[in-house]
């Protein structure tokens, strides 16, 4: 089983590669995506770390980053909630578990 820490190190590198791919796209596709994500969960249901991403993807990209890679607990609790699902491939997502999985393995 995993423990609470592991998952957090894997979403953080999730979101790590995430920040990359959106910092490569000068039209900040994902950044869109998120927050087409984001209205449409909000749709279905008024989730407080919905409305609080909502509030966040309104500000400009770098601060977003910011709040996507912060490794303190309010960066943890964001990402639980990411509504960044979607901007990495099935591969590259993977990939991350599979090599958290090794890691975990090796421990």
């Known amino acids: 089983m ?3 820490e592991d998952i957090d190190r894997r979403s953080l ?4 590669v995430i920040a990359a791919a959106i910092d490569r796209d000068a039209t900040r596709e994902g950044l869109s995506r998120a927050r087409q994500t984001c209205a449409r969960w909000l749709a279905d249901a008024s989730v407080p770390a919905i409305v609080e991403w909502q ?3 309104q500000r400009e990209w770098p601060e977003i980053r910011a709040d996507l890679l912060d490794p303190g607990e309010r960066g943890q609790r964001l990402r639980q909630s990411n509504p960044f699902c979607g901007i990495l491939s099935p591969k590259e997502r993977w990939e991350i578990y599979r090599r958290f999985s090794r890691e975990h393995q090796a421990a």
Do not use: P, R, V
């Not at 590198?13 to 790590?16: D, E, G, K, R």
């Open 2 to 4: 995993e423990k609470h």
């Open 55 to 57: 509030s966040l993807l």
């Open 13 to 16: 590198a999730l979101a790590t």
